[in-house]
């Protein structure tokens, strides 16, 4: 049982971690100053996020790894994030659109972890639930902003939704994992959250003068430890302090 949870944990702490990671390569980089910092305090609440998984993952090894062993000393098959957290910052429409399509996942998976069985997964999702409510906000309004702003930023943003939005399919797909912790009342109900997700992506969309492209079939295998070449570039920037000075602690 100790297992199965821990590799639940890994299911929502390593999509933290990664779209923490892809956040923070922007500090200093956004498009104003305001827009920097909300995007850097954005990356350090997920970061923080996945702290709280990986030391509950870590208490519930039998060999006591801590959260930086769980963080850093992986292969990159063994990370479960999705596939939409490791896309790359190409340019500011992609940095929103995905972090958009993320958030409106994120903020219903956490609240219904405020009422799962295990304790500690229910506290740690009513502390990040303040969190990612504001994150939602923010990219939703730069979501409508950009959408509805000029030809060129419309233009970006659509172009970015018809890349990434074949991407957001995984988010709900339901491993044996989340399915098994479902039915103990410790994880998510993916499938229950599909309606309310895509309505509300789809409204903001709308709002934004934006379109969903017409499609049936998404993208996916992060889930499963199948992830694309992005991932291995994340790692080696991740992984190169802990791996070259072994055992370091901050």
């Not at 993320?102 to 506290?123: R, Y």
Request: net charge negative; charged share 20%; aromatic share 10%.
């Amino acid at each position: 049982m100790q297992d199965k949870i821990y590799q639940y944990l890994l299911l929502t702490g390593d999509n933290a971690m990664i779209l923490g990671h892809r956040l923070s390569e922007l500090c200093g980089h956004g498009p104003s100053l305001e827009t920097d910092i909300a995007l850097t305090n954005i990356s350090l609440d997920l970061f923080g996020q996945t702290r709280n998984y990986f030391q509950l993952a870590g208490a519930l090894t039998t060999d006591n790894k801590s959260e930086d062993d769980i963080a850093f000393l992986r292969m990159a098959h063994d990370y479960r994030n999705v596939l939409l957290v490791e896309q790359p910052n190409k340019d500011f429409a992609h940095v929103i659109v995905r972090q958009f399509l993320f958030d409106s996942f994120h903020i219903l998976l956490l609240k219904e972890l405020t009422n799962s069985n295990d304790q500690q997964i229910a506290a740690i999702a009513q502390k990040s639930l303040k969190e990612v409510t504001y994150h939602l906000d923010f990219s939703s309004e730069w979501v409508k902003r950009l959408g509805a702003g000029t030809e060129e930023s419309h233009q970006k943003m659509q172009d970015a939704i018809d890349f990434l939005y074949p991407y957001s399919g995984e988010l709900l797909e339901e491993t044996p994992i989340e399915l098994e912790m479902k039915e103990m009342g410790i994880g998510a109900d993916l499938p229950a959250m599909k309606t309310n997700y895509y309505n509300h992506i789809h409204q903001v969309l709308e709002e934004a003068t934006l379109v969903p492209p017409e499609t049936s079939w998404f993208q996916s295998g992060g889930k499963k430890g199948i992830h694309s070449e992005h991932l291995g570039f994340i790692l080696a920037e991740l992984q190169y302090m802990q791996r070259a000075y072994p055992n370091m602690n901050w």
